[in-house]
């Protein structure tokens, strides 16, 4: 007589509880070095050091203070650094083979790549409360609520750029050069046209045009709309709206780009 042994079921997957163990176990290595954060800080206080200054009569930057136009292109700038470069994370893990263990989880893709990309917004948001904290005592005029949102923002920004970056992890998987060539081609020319370190509203038509059609654009001048106290319905509607697109591209490409690699 046989006797049959019973499989145990496999669990269901819950996308929200998935999305929660991955985002724990993303962020625990962070919580046990939280100096990495802080040693990431150097660049943005380097150039709120030494760049800001130099735009005290630089026409374009408003009725302000120069530190009142800068310090929101500083915030923007520290997430696109962070977010861009988390795919590099990905290409460590890759190599160890820490992926491919996760993979034969009965986790679902896209809470593997959600997770990851609401990990960065934690390092983002410590970042722009330090850099915050740093200016207020130098002529820079804190809006608590304005911040607040400019920061839920930059939040949704980050989960879309932070996905696309895993993406191109997975794409350049074994050839890391693939991964930091397109990721500083595309880095520097976006955040010059999104006008962080110098406005581009004096500039030659086609800068201007080119400036207009980077959503990152839309982005930062919400930023400095709230970060001044302005509630601008056009403005901030236009950033929110360009956030939540590079949200839902992001998303969309990188779960495409999971469930390929399996």
């Known amino acids: 007589m046989t006797t049959l042994t019973a499989t145990?079921?496999?669990?269901?997957?819950?996308?929200?509880?998935?999305?929660?163990?991955?985002?724990?176990?993303?962020?625990?290595?962070?919580?046990r070095d939280p100096f990495s954060v802080v040693f990431s800080m150097i660049q943005p206080l380097v150039?709120?050091?030494?760049?800001?200054?130099?735009?005290?009569?630089?026409?374009?930057?408003?009725?302000?203070?120069?530190?009142?136009?800068?310090?929101?292109?500083?915030?923007?700038?520290?997430?696109?650094?962070?977010?861009?470069?988390?795919?590099s994370n990905l290409l460590f893990e890759m190599q160890t083979g820490s992926h491919e263990r996760t993979l034969v989880t009965p986790l679902s893709r896209p809470s593997l790549l959600m997770g990851r990309a609401l990990k960065e917004i934690v390092p983002v948001l410590v970042q722009a409360v330090i850099v915050v904290a740093v200016v207020v005592p130098f002529s820079f005029e804190l809006h608590v609520t304005g911040?607040?949102?400019g920061l839920l923002m930059l939040s949704v920004f980050c989960v879309g750029l932070g996905s696309l970056s895993y993406a191109l992890a997975l794409a350049a998987k074994g050839q890391d050069w693939i991964f930091w060539t397109v990721q500083q081609t595309f880095l520097f020319p976006v955040l010059l046209l999104a006008?962080?370190?110098?406005?581009?509203?004096?500039?030659?038509?086609?800068?201007?045009?080119?400036?207009?059609?980077?959503?990152?654009?839309?982005?930062?001048?919400?930023?400095?709309?709230?970060?001044?106290?302005?509630?601008?319905?056009?403005v901030v509607a236009s950033g929110f709206a360009a956030a939540g697109l590079v949200c839902l591209f992001g998303l969309w490409v990188g779960t495409r780009s999971m469930r390929a690699a399996d």
């Open 195 to 234: 006008g962080m370190l110098l406005p581009v509203d004096s500039g030659p038509g086609w800068l201007q045009t080119m400036s207009r059609l980077n959503p990152l654009t839309y982005v930062v001048d919400a930023e400095r709309a709230l970060f001044a106290g302005s509630f601008d319905a056009s």
């Open 8 to 31: 145990p079921p496999v669990p269901r997957s819950n996308l929200v509880r998935d999305t929660t163990i991955v985002f724990a176990r993303e962020l625990r290595p962070m919580l």
């Open 147 to 149: 911040t607040v949102v």
């Open 47 to 87: 150039f709120l050091g030494l760049f800001a200054p130099l735009l005290s009569d630089v026409p374009g930057l408003g009725s302000g203070s120069a530190l009142q136009w800068f310090v929101p292109g500083i915030v923007v700038m520290s997430c696109l650094f962070g977010a861009s470069m988390t795919g």
